[in-house]
């Protein structure tokens, strides 16, 4: 069963351009040999860290977005493992993540939004009808 994965990884920052493309390419190969579709390579670029890695402040991080199996997924994951530059990767399962926005996304968009529905202008309370005094009653005055 395919499913959609993404694969960050972070790579040390004293890579040059034309390794960094390398390394790429050589990932990139080795998870289509392994049955996975790779959808999506981006390069994030170069960040800080949020603590030391290996004796690394910095890094160049790049995300992979794949379409693949789970056997596929852990020979990306072995290959990540074993190559020199990565100093650390994460692999996120995200078919089910976009199905739950989807899902989201369609019931907020089937609901009527109470500010969409025209409401009414209020109408002005109706006069009431003065009540004319009888001739034995008077007419009450007001007093100021």
Do not use: C
């Amino acid at each position: 069963m395919q499913r959609i994965y993404e694969v960050m990884f972070i790579v040390r920052p004293d890579m040059t351009d034309e390794n960094l493309d390398k390394l790429v390419s050589n990932l990139e190969s080795n998870a289509v040999t392994a049955g996975a579709k790779v959808k999506n390579s981006e390069r994030m670029g170069k960040r800080r860290l949020a603590y030391m890695v290996r004796n690394f402040n910095d890094g160049i991080y790049i995300l992979m977005t794949l379409e693949a199996d789970g056997p596929a997924i852990h020979e990306v994951e072995r290959r990540l493992r074993v190559s020199e530059p990565v100093i650390k990767f994460i692999t996120v399962r995200v078919d089910e993540i976009q199905k739950r926005a989807e899902k989201i996304q369609k019931l907020r968009a089937s609901k009527v939004k109470r500010s969409a529905i025209p409401t009414p202008a209020p109408e002005a309370p109706a006069p009431l009808p003065v009540a004319e005094a009888s001739a034995g009653e008077a007419a009450p005055e007001a007093s100021a």
